[in-house]
């Protein structure tokens, strides 16, 4: 069973700044791909960023310049530093990463979610 629970949101004034955490724990082979999505009510859920095992990342272009996603392998986390919040970043904040299990099957797996709140 793998898990991955995340921390670090909250309310927030516009133009300000968050770090979100999302750590794996059980038991696995190794994390691939890690990201993070947002989902406001009624919408899908949207990626924000992603990043590779090796360091390479990726940006939803609304979030380049502003965010940045980081990991630290040794620690199995992700993390999800926000500066310069907008009103329209106000969302749930979800984690995911792409698990193998062993050698031959992986599988994906999400955190429950950290609301985000940009409100003055």
């Known amino acids: 069973q793998v898990q991955l629970v995340e921390s670090g949101g909250g309310l927030v004034q516009p133009g300000g700044s968050l770090r979100l955490s999302c750590a794996a724990s059980?038991?696995?082979?190794?994390?691939?791909?890690m990201g993070w999505y947002r989902q406001t009510p009624g919408k899908e859920r949207d990626l924000v960023a992603s990043?590779?095992?090796?360091?390479?990342?990726e940006y939803a272009d609304s979030m380049k310049g502003r965010f940045t996603i980081s990991r630290d392998n040794a620690k199995n986390t992700v993390y999800l530093e926000m500066n310069n919040l907008k009103l329209e970043d106000t969302a749930v904040y979800f984690c995911k990463a792409l698990v193998w299990m062993n050698w031959a099957r992986n599988s994906i797996y999400w955190g429950q979610g950290t609301q985000v709140t940009v409100s003055s």
């Open positions: 059980g038991s696995f082979f190794s994390l691939d791909d």
């Open positions: 990043i590779t095992p090796g360091g390479s990342a």
